[in-house]
């Protein structure tokens, strides 16, 4: 096919947000641009003049899919500014919370999004038609991780009981004892997860870009870590902008973003290539089964790392559980007292590298903020990367092709329109 | 017999009146309800909602729904009763919606009773406070809400 033309338009409740437009003539591509509205240039301006204890809790509202990322993010930022180092034990309740949000979210990405590409059914929907069981053990899968994210966070949606300082509330040792009882009696179906994921053929592809993530010396770098760059090496979270260099294009409300190169890749792929020797035991082995290795240049594997980062969640959420059980939890009462600050919080969310920047006054009233979140920092290298697939797609029929190039930008698990769901109705009867 | 009764407000707290649903449930706190009804802030949880109506004989959402009415008008309506609207291309876990999630929840088997109370909105832009319109109207919304919980209670087949 030497002439194609897609527009792929996305109907978000937000119209004309996210279009994919393709134009190909006699096999050359004459225009190639995605478009996604990235809305938390707005929240910035809504931080401006609230205290550092609620910003946390107005940035948990931009996203109900990464909230705990958000509010961790935001509370780092702020005890950045505050030169405030919190406790182990609230780290490890962080991290623990933050294993629940990765856990969720891949799951839903791989089971709902993902693995219906697979059977040509449009949508879970059609998955639920003839392959009801499937679903379900995504469903479960999730369901427990929410479980942990109401055990630590006080509720699923939106947590609440994190803080600036510390937490509001601890979780119940017992509680977190019999948590870790249900991650073991659900194993069989992380054991299923990985044999699904297997018999799922991952298209070929391959373009090696500049992969951009947290690193620490001690773990898997998810809660906290100087910020890495496969081509050349770390920064501190202070110096982001040294790493993350943000550019308008004409053709999307949104930024766009660079770093050594002309784009970056941010996620599960970008982490497992810069980290893989931290993961866990069993979340290696998983990998070595689903035929993912350091380093991958296909996009598509971002899905299967999604699995595997899963499988290290759940080991890293039992290794947290002893820890906070074996060294005993204390209420931690801790109010900061307002002062003038400037701080950065880097945190990783499911979909990559989430930074908050925010200026205290002396009242500790927020003066300035800046967020920038994984997608928009993706969109330089969806571009790139499906600039690279088309050209050796075009042979292919036109269905074909538009699958190809819906799961390419699917894999990243792009975030489009998560701040608006308004419904509008028509009645039946009308 | 099974008499939970679930009602979740969902919407976005920082896009002024898309945030209806959770200012309702935010309401709705101050009041004694009855013990068989129990109340969620859904915010914009997406098919994490499903986790909530676990167990329930019903569930109520609260949402912002645009029916062409005027800007605070209470319309309360179960989900067949709406055309389907979405069959559409995703790409994204943030992009379900709340059709999608009963759509789903029926799907999966044993789905509670679902009824939506929709609230017409009248701002939905970036701003942490609720129109003048719909300020002005929460008491009205407050009242039809209190009393379809009660016509629920006392008539579960209502």
Redesign the interface.
């Known amino acids: 096919m030497h002439d194609f033309h897609v527009g792929i338009e996305h109907i978000t409740r937000v119209e004309g947000h996210g279009n994919i437009i393709i134009d190909v003539k006699e096999g050359k591509i004459r225009e190639l641009r995605m478009d996604i509205v990235e809305s938390p240039r707005f929240f910035e301006a809504m931080a401006l003049g609230r205290s550092y204890k609620e910003v946390a809790h107005i940035t948990s509202r931009i996203c109900g899919i990464c909230a705990v990322t958000h509010t961790t993010t935001s509370i780092k930022a702020i005890e950045a500014a505050l030169g405030f180092e919190p406790s182990a034990q609230t780290i490890k309740l962080r991290k623990l919370l933050l294993n629940a949000e990765f856990i969720q979210s891949h799951i839903l990405h791989v089971y709902f999004l993902t693995a219906p590409d697979f059977f040509r059914v449009g949508s879970v929907f059609g998955m639920v038609k003839d392959n009801k069981e499937i679903v379900l053990r995504g469903m479960r899968i999730k369901t427990l991780a929410n479980e942990l994210c109401a055990l630590v966070g006080g509720r699923h949606i939106h947590p609440i009981t994190l803080k600036v300082g510390c937490f509001s509330k601890n979780p119940e040792s017992k509680d977190l004892a019999a948590f870790k009882k249900k991650i073991e009696d659900l194993w069989p179906d992380i054991e299923e997860t990985v044999k699904f994921f297997k018999s799922l053929k991952t298209p070929e592809f391959e373009r090696e870009t500049e992969y951009i993530s947290l690193t620490c010396p001690e773990e898997y770098a998810l809660y906290d870590g100087n910020i890495k760059s496969s081509d050349n090496g770390e920064v501190e979270p202070s110096d982001y902008l040294d790493k993350v260099k943000e550019f308008m294009v004409p053709h999307s409300t949104s930024k766009h973003a660079k770093s050594n190169r002309d784009s970056y890749m941010v996620g599960a792929l970008a982490r497992f290539n810069n980290n893989y020797d931290q993961l866990h035991s069993k979340a290696k082995e998983v990998a070595e089964e689903l035929g993912l290795k350091q380093p991958c240049y296909n996009t598509y594997m971002n899905n299967v790392a999604q699995v595997v980062e899963t499988v290290h969640c759940f080991e890293d959420s039992i290794r947290l559980i002893d820890d906070l059980i074996s060294d005993g939890m204390t209420d931690e009462k801790i109010e900061l007292p307002p002062k003038a600050g400037h701080g950065v919080g880097a945190t990783e969310a499911p979909r990559g590298t989430l930074y908050h920047e925010h200026k205290l006054d002396d009242n500790g009233k927020i003066t300035y903020a800046n967020y920038i979140i994984p997608t928009g920092q993706n969109l330089a290298n969806i571009e790139n990367d499906l600039r690279t697939l088309v050209p050796n797609i075009l042979d292919q029929p036109k269905d074909d092709i538009i699958l190809n190039i819906e799961m390419l930008v699917r894999a990243y698990d792009p975030c489009i329109s998560c701040a608006t769901h308004l419904m509008k109705v028509k009645f039946i009867d009308e | 017999m099974n008499s939970k009764i679930v009602v979740i407000g969902?919407?976005?707290?920082?896009?002024m009146d898309?945030g209806i649903g959770v200012h309702t449930i935010n309401e709705l706190e101050k009041h004694d309800l009855p013990g068989s009804i129990e109340i969620?802030?859904?915010?914009?949880?997406?098919?994490?909602?499903?986790?909530?109506m676990?167990g329930a004989a019903r569930v109520i959402f609260i949402?912002?729904?645009?029916?062409g009415k005027a800007p605070g008008s209470v319309t309360i309506?179960r989900a067949e009763?709406?055309?389907s609207?979405y069959?559409?291309?995703?790409?994204?876990?943030?992009?379900?919606?709340?059709?999608?999630i009963i759509?789903?929840a029926e799907?999966?088997g044993n789905p509670p009773m679902i009824e939506i109370v929709?609230i017409q909105?009248k701002i939905?832009n970036?701003?942490?406070t609720l129109s003048n319109e719909l300020a002005g109207s929460m008491s009205n919304i407050m009242n039809t809400v209190l009393r379809r919980i009660e016509e629920v209670c006392s008539t579960p087949s209502a």
């Open positions: 969902i919407g976005n707290l920082l896009l898309e969620y802030d859904g915010g914009t949880g997406g098919f994490k909602l499903i986790d909530l676990q949402d912002a729904v645009d029916t309506f009763e709406v055309h609207i069959n559409k291309k995703k790409y994204s876990l943030h992009d379900t919606d709340l059709m999608e759509k789903m799907m999966l929709g909105p939905i970036y701003g942490t």
